[in-house]
Each structure stands twice: as structure tokens, then as C-alpha cells.
């Protein structure tokens, strides 16, 4: 008896420290979930390379168009989301210019805004309408590619 108490009792002291243990490390796990649950996605860019997409607005495929050929590259591309309008367009005066685009020109008319921005070859137009629930972003782009040849007469 005494010798199944003495084989006994370690098993006992070695499963108490697992459990502590276990116990300890599924915390630890569950702050990492907490975390994970934390990040954010990042904004990113779509069809252009140097158009950045705020990821508060979700792209749209109806009425959103792409084409790209050997002479140019043009996108008409729109997004929904519940964003600040002022916010929305200080985003993109923003990124656009960081991303080197000169704005031209930003008109607002009754509850739609327009932001023009001009590059070497490319222009782009953004439109953002503040509807009732949220708002609709549809962003013009057009890039002129230089196909290096010359014309001959």
C-alpha cells in the first residue's frame, strides 16, 4: 500500500503542474486570438499601382468596368462603404498625392464630390456621392501607354 502511495502521489504532483500549465498556456493563446481578432486589414491598391483603396469601402463588380489594351488602360472602378465624407476625401487628397498625383481640381456639387488628379499619362477622376445608409465611390481612371513606336508619314 505504501508503495502505491509513493508512486501515486508524484503522478499526482505531475499532472497538477500540466494542468497549471495547460491552463497558462491556453491564456496565453487566447490574448494571441485577441489580438489576431485586432488586426486590421491594410489599405491597398486594385488596378492601378498607384491608386490606394481605403479598406472602409468594399468594391462593387456591378458597374465597375476594366480594360487594358496595347495603348492604354482604363477603369471605371466603384465601391461602397459607411465612411465621413470630409475624411473620405482628405484620404485621397492624401494617397494621391504621396502617390504623386497633382490634384486639379475638387468640386462639390449639392451631395456628390469630385476630386481631379493628373499625372504624366494618366488622369483620374473620383467621384464620392453621399447617399442615405452609406456612400458610393466611383473612381475614373485612365493611363496612356507609350507603345515606343513612331509614327511614319
Do not use: H
Not at 105 to 127: D, H, M, W
Amino acid at each position: 500500500m505504501r508503495s502505491f502511495i509513493k508512486v501515486l502521489l508524484p503522478l499526482l504532483l505531475v499532472g497538477v503542474l500540466a494542468a497549471c500549465t495547460t491552463t497558462s498556456t491556453s491564456s496565453s493563446s487566447g490574448s494571441g486570438q485577441a489580438k489576431a481578432q485586432n488586426y486590421q486589414e491594410p489599405d491597398y491598391y486594385l488596378d492601378f499601382d498607384d491608386i490606394m483603396i481605403p479598406k472602409e469601402i468594399e468594391y462593387q463588380n456591378e458597374g465597375s468596368y476594366k480594360l487594358d489594351n496595347s495603348k492604354f488602360r482604363a477603369a471605371i472602378m466603384k465601391f461602397k462603404g459607411r465612411v465621413e465624407i470630409p475624411e473620405l476625401v482628405q484620404y485621397f487628397v492624401n494617397n494621391m498625392t504621396k502617390d504623386n498625383w497633382t490634384l486639379m481640381s475638387n468640386n462639390k456639387a449639392s451631395s456628390v464630390q469630385f476630386l481631379t488628379f493628373e499625372k504624366y499619362n494618366k488622369s483620374c477622376v473620383i467621384e464620392i456621392d453621399d447617399t442615405f445608409a452609406s456612400s458610393t465611390t466611383t473612381i475614373f481612371a485612365v493611363e496612356v501607354k507609350d507603345s515606343g513606336e513612331v509614327k511614319r508619314k
